[in-house]
């Protein structure tokens, strides 16, 4: 039997030759830490009957510890759920062309803020602004750090103690608990909602405006969507009031729909250089969503509203950085090569990738996962674009599922959790007791993988 003054000391183990191998690789700080709260928690846990570890198994499990914390927690993930622009698995995949492109200017310095023809200092915006102009149709344009901060600040600072018009059917939550309400209140603007939930009409706007009306606000709906009896105000008929009494028509559109596709699934969605037409004094949309690059927000139109914006001190707090912006350029100049497009933005391959190609991928990966000695069949399915986009539209995708007589509901269920939990994650879906692996979104370099870790849990049992 032990005895808890038998417990060795920090100081003494920090001479010990295992718990110095440990020191040379993380360092004496962490290490020191580690074993502080390891004997900590083996004071705390001591009884007549516990039995004092050695050294060896403090190390062992010191160094356990220390390795799984520097570990990156952030990691690639296979997407085989068929849903393209994936909120929670970090939406627009940006590709490899892309990251080959920007690769340079993240390694070292960059003219980020450097007129190289002056050699004085310069705008970050200028290396993109043209671009989203000529794109759009808009006479200026600013990018800050998502589509959130794009419309806070397009609030905040043109309708500050104000009064700001919004139907009640776009008074909408989306993905991570983004209100519209909430949002209005945080920018110091006083929101008035106008009509009912599913008929607002243009009299309704027309009544509600008054002195202290500073702007008429059109919120994307995202993931929501009003079907049956049902009344909206067209974007012209807003800016048309909104100018005829003297004040502005805001429109977040959202998704970022900057190349319009021959897509059904897309014919509903707004299109930024329609709203630019349509008489909008301002327009947001994302940068991560249809538009197809990082995580950004763009705000365009007016140029004296622009430059309002982007000479007030918020600007500051939420402006981007190189790596949105050398992202973003790229993207952009993408859109300009048409017939490249697909190979420099994934979204937009995923969306015009037609049955015959996605069938290909789901034979491929049937005949490997064949080889291997796990039986699937094929079979259509549907995906979906995803991103708070077009809620109830699908898109066909062939699909590969595994045998449910040889892999049952609980089987499917243990492999599809074990998946996600694999040094190679992998999301597939469950769907009415099946495992499914979605071919939309995936690609043929992503097919070994796929068969390689799901034989690895399969023969593990």
Request: aromatic share 6%; with cysteine; charged share 25%.
């Amino acid at each position: 039997m032990n005895n808890m003054r038998n417990i060795p000391s920090v100081s003494k183990m920090l001479n010990d030759a295992q718990i110095k191998v440990l020191i040379k690789k993380y360092g004496t700080d962490r290490v020191t830490e580690q074993l502080r709260l390891y004997l900590a928690n083996l004071r705390k846990n001591f009884d007549d009957n516990s039995t004092i570890p050695s050294i060896q198994q403090i190390a062992e499990d010191g160094s356990s510890k220390l390795d799984s914390k520097s570990q990156l927690h952030l990691k690639p993930v296979i997407n085989a759920t068929g849903i393209i622009i994936h909120t929670n698995l970090g939406r627009a995949p940006l590709g490899k062309k892309i990251l080959e492109e920007v690769r340079t200017i993240f390694e070292g310095y960059s003219n980020l803020e450097f007129d190289l023809t002056t050699g004085k200092r310069g705008q970050r915006m200028d290396h993109i602004k043209d671009m989203i102009c000529e794109l759009t149709g808009a006479e200026d344009a600013i990018v800050v750090n998502n589509n959130a901060s794009a419309v806070y600040m397009m609030l905040k600072v043109l309708a500050k103690d104000r009064e700001v018009l919004v139907s009640r059917g776009e008074l909408v939550e989306i993905g991570g608990s983004f209100r519209v309400p909430d949002i209005m209140s945080a920018s110091g603007a006083k929101m008035v909602e106008v009509g009912t939930t599913n008929r607002t009409h243009s009299k309704d706007y027309k009544n509600a405006i008054n002195p202290e009306t500073a702007l008429i606000f059109r919120a994307h709906p995202s993931n929501y969507k009003v079907v049956g009896f049902t009344k909206e105000v067209d974007n012209s008929e807003l800016a048309e009031i909104a100018h005829e009494n003297g004040i502005y028509f805001v429109n977040d559109i959202g998704s970022g729909y900057l190349r319009e596709l021959p897509l059904t699934s897309l014919n509903n969605e707004p299109s930024v250089r329609k709203s630019i037409k349509e008489g909008a004094d301002l327009v947001s949309f994302s940068c991560d969503k249809l538009l197809g690059g990082s995580q950004g927000g763009i705000i365009i139109g007016k140029k004296e509203l622009i430059q309002k914006l982007a000479t007030d001190p918020l600007m500051r707090v939420l402006r981007v950085g190189k790596t949105t912006l050398a992202i973003l350029s790229t993207v952009l100049r993408g859109y300009f090569e048409e017939g490249n497009l697909s190979d420099t933005v994934p979204v937009q391959r995923y969306l015009m990738r037609g049955l015959d190609e996605q069938k290909k991928i789901a034979e491929q990966l049937q005949d490997k996962f064949e080889s291997a000695g796990i039986s699937s069949t094929i079979e259509i399915g549907s995906g979906f674009v995803g991103g708070g986009s077009v809620p109830e539209e699908k898109l066909e995708t062939w699909q590969v599922v595994l045998d449910t007589k040889k892999y049952p509901r609980q089987k499917s269920a243990s492999i599809h959790k074990k998946l996600m939990l694999s040094e190679n994650a992998i999301v597939a879906l469950m769907e009415s007791g099946k495992l499914v692996f979605k071919c939309l979104t995936l690609e043929a370099e992503h097919l070994d993988v796929i068969v390689s870790e799901v034989s690895t849990i399969v023969n593990k049992g």
